[in-house]
């Protein structure tokens, strides 16, 4: 009698004990991306597998940090006696500023913690690189990589130099233990999407001349 008249469960006690299969399935895919993380990270410190590694790992990370690449195309910018050439500069800055802000945003929300073997001895952070969903890193080089390929005659030697840059940085983000794998993957489809976004929104003399007149 005492069991008949026992009180049923709260609703989300029964989810818990009656999962969801994309509950299960989540939970399947973050267990397999923290595991595949841990292993991949080779050089996440001095004493790792690839320990040795580590510097030239964190020379290529500086190569995809944004500090870098929004100083060099600024100064380029201010240099360019060439109208064609400003306007492609200052629309790559216009695309590196909008990646700086997405990824700030989607990390404040996101609020996804580093990988507990990470280092943190980053080149210049700011508060929301505690986070590390998505990898801002991997972010810039795809925005970077489409942009180079779309608006500079390369040699195809060069381009697949310039492809290979981008997927090195976004490996090298997981064999530092800076991200997870999960991370980069989206970092990489964000840089894709901030791209598109930016061809849509093409700044040029005839769309803000008062930009361009600063120039």
């Not at 790992?57 to 195309?73: A, D, Q």
């Not at 216009?94 to 802000?101: P, R, S």
């Not at 990470?118 to 942009?147: E, Q, W």
């Amino acid at each position: 009698s005492s069991s008949s008249t026992a009180a049923p469960l709260p609703e989300e006690d029964c989810m818990r004990l009656n999962p969801s299969f994309l509950g299960i399935a989540l939970s399947s895919l973050l267990a397999i991306d923290l595991w595949a993380s841990k292993r991949l990270g080779v050089c996440a410190g001095e004493g790792s597998a690839w320990g040795s590694a580590r510097p030239l790992m964190k020379v290529i990370e500086v190569s995809g940090h944004g500090i870098p690449w929004l100083l060099g195309t600024f100064y380029g910018l201010c240099q360019s006696d060439s109208s064609a050439a400003r306007e492609v500069l200052l629309n790559l800055l216009f695309a590196l500023l909008l990646d700086l802000v997405l990824v700030a945003v989607v990390k404040g929300l996101v609020k996804r913690r580093r990988p507990t073997h990470n280092k943190m001895d980053m080149f210049i952070t700011i508060s929301v690189d505690k986070y590390s969903f998505p990898s801002g890193h991997a972010t810039r080089a795809a925005l970077v990589c489409r942009f180079v390929l779309h608006h500079l005659v390369l040699a195809v030697p060069l381009r697949v130099l310039v492809v290979l840059w981008a997927l090195i940085v976004g490996v090298s983000r997981v064999m530092l233990g800076r991200h997870n794998v999960t991370d980069v993957l989206f970092g990489f489809l964000l840089g894709y999407a901030v791209y598109s976004m930016v061809e849509y929104c093409w700044l040029s003399p005839l769309s803000t001349p008062a930009l361009f007149a600063l120039w």
